[in-house]
């Protein structure tokens, strides 16, 4: 198996909204997506897959290595492989993979967040700097298209929060911030044992409009001269916003199980915006 294939089937096989927004990429671009989002599946797979803490954080710093090692021109890990060719051309530097791989070894170390505050660096981490990346890649011509990354990959990741709270919680993570919690009256131990109620609902609702807010924000910082290249973005963007009204009609009901949409339902959202430019 090539390096290339071997960032298609992993890429493929994620079932991720990403993958939708690719499709309609050129070939060169569609290439450098893949690998890195490859790249970052690698990263993520090691927190989810590997159960002894210490290992997976070894298996983290052998990645660090694998970066160093693989921007002096000596990648041995098929991902990095694929991923090479692509970083001159679309300004990819290794503080961008370094910031996720940080962003993933927090998942080892931190099961809690204090505050917003302290769950933004976490978000700005593993999405925003992903973010930024794919921006780059689609083809950001203004440089006012970082924050507009920046912002619309703090709402994918909010979403995804709020999709995970249950699974989340029966791995003994918390990503709601504590001190919201208390403002709703939610304990922990409510989410680990599934209760739903008023209170819990409440609070979600208050999640989600956060979310709503960042979609909005994102989508007005997102400069004219760029619309037509982040389309990509704006695909994935259809797709989680979709997402997050599902989770919103469905009450909130994710602490026993995963909400999603079809894989027909992400392509035909992803085909909507490519061909009518409508979210």
Not at 32 to 45: G, K, L, M, P, S
Request: charged share 20%; proline share 4%.
């Amino acid at each position: 198996m090539t390096p290339q294939e071997y960032v298609q089937q992993k890429a493929a096989n994620s079932g991720s909204s990403f993958y939708y927004a690719f499709l309609f990429l050129p070939p060169n671009r569609r290439a450098a997506i893949t690998a890195f989002y490859a790249f970052c599946r690698e990263i993520d797979d090691v927190v989810d897959e590997i159960s002894d803490p210490s290992v997976a954080q070894s298996t983290l710093g052998w990645w660090q290595k694998e970066v160093i090692q693989s921007f002096a021109d000596n990648a041995t890990h098929p991902v990095m492989k694929a991923l090479m060719p692509h970083v001159k051309e679309y300004g990819i530097e290794t503080h961008h993979l370094m910031s996720v791989i940080e962003g993933c070894q927090m998942d080892l170390t931190q099961t809690r967040y204090l505050d917003f505050v302290g769950l933004q660096r976490y978000c700005h981490l593993v999405a925003s700097v992903v973010g930024e990346v794919a921006a780059k890649i689609f083809g950001q011509t203004d440089p006012a298209t970082t924050q507009y990354a920046h912002t619309l990959g703090l709402a994918f990741q909010l979403t995804n929060i709020l999709r995970d709270v249950g699974e989340d919680a029966m791995r003994g993570r918390i990503y709601l911030p504590l001190d919201e919690l208390k403002q709703f009256d939610v304990k922990p131990q409510d989410l680990m044992q599934r209760q739903y109620s008023d209170r819990f609902t409440a609070l979600m609702s208050f999640q989600a409009a956060r979310a709503n807010r960042l979609y909005e924000e994102a989508f007005a910082l997102l400069p004219a001269a760029d619309k037509h290249s982040q389309k990509p973005g704006l695909m994935m963007a259809s797709i989680y916003r979709t997402l997050l009204r599902e989770i919103e009609s469905d009450d909130f009901r994710v602490l026993h199980q995963r909400i999603s949409l079809t894989p027909l339902r992400k392509l035909w959202l992803a085909w909507k915006v490519q061909a009518l430019g409508r979210l």
